[in-house]
């Protein structure tokens, strides 16, 4: 089989690569470069560009500020009806927090007397993501601590029940850690039982 010249692939490779450039540069607009910091004002919320099914987030100012991290904020959004069914968690019993304006930020559920991990889930940003506590359902019921993929979310029960009967809700902080350092504490009640 006989091999080109030399001299005549480096010309056909430098040809090519000039037009590559040619077409590169001719393609781009050098006014939009002067204009982009202007034309497009900065994102103030990182769930912007994230699905949002539900239509409601919990809003900063009703919870606290995100602390610390890389600056973005951390946002939950509530659980509707359909992410909690379709989670399809497994266990006998379950808990749930929620916000004073009645939004469920997190629900999990596990067995009785069990050693396996109750299982949950919260929307981030517009996504259900998994979370897991270890101990089962007695795990759960007082201030528990799930974790997740780049996430930690923590319960802590602050007083007495609120109500009587089988599954009473107690108030409760809930704190929601992210890989980078950021946290954020949200109000509300923590409720477990049947």
């Not at 690569?17 to 204009?35: H, N, Q, V």
């Not at 997190?106 to 101990?135: C, F």
């Not at 950021?182 to 409720?191: C, H, I, L, T, V």
Request: with cysteine; charged share 20%; proline share 8%.
């Amino acid at each position: 089989m006989p091999f080109p010249k030399r001299g005549a692939t480096l010309t056909d490779t430098l040809s090519a690569s000039l037009l590559a450039i040619t077409l590169i540069t001719g393609c781009s607009d050098p006014s939009s470069d002067a204009e982009a910091p202007e034309a497009q004002p900065p994102s103030t919320s990182p769930s912007a560009e994230a699905p949002n099914d539900s239509g409601e987030q919990e809003s900063a100012t009703a919870s606290g500020q995100t602390r610390g991290g890389d600056g973005s904020e951390i946002t939950l959004n509530a659980l509707t009806e359909a992410d909690m069914r379709e989670a399809s968690l497994p266990g006998e019993l379950g808990c749930s927090f929620t916000t004073a304006d009645g939004k469920v930020l997190l629900i999990a559920m596990g067995n009785v007397a069990s050693s396996d991990a109750a299982q949950g889930v919260v929307k981030v940003a517009g996504y259900v993501e998994r979370v897991s506590a270890p101990g089962g359902f007695d795990g759960m019921k007082a201030s528990p601590t799930f974790s997740g993929k780049g996430k930690t979310v923590h319960v802590d029960v602050t007083g007495e029940p609120t109500e009587g009967g089988e599954s009473p809700s107690r108030p409760a902080t809930l704190t929601y850690d992210r890989a980078d350092g950021a946290q954020r504490d949200w109000q509300g009640e923590w409720r477990c039982g049947p």
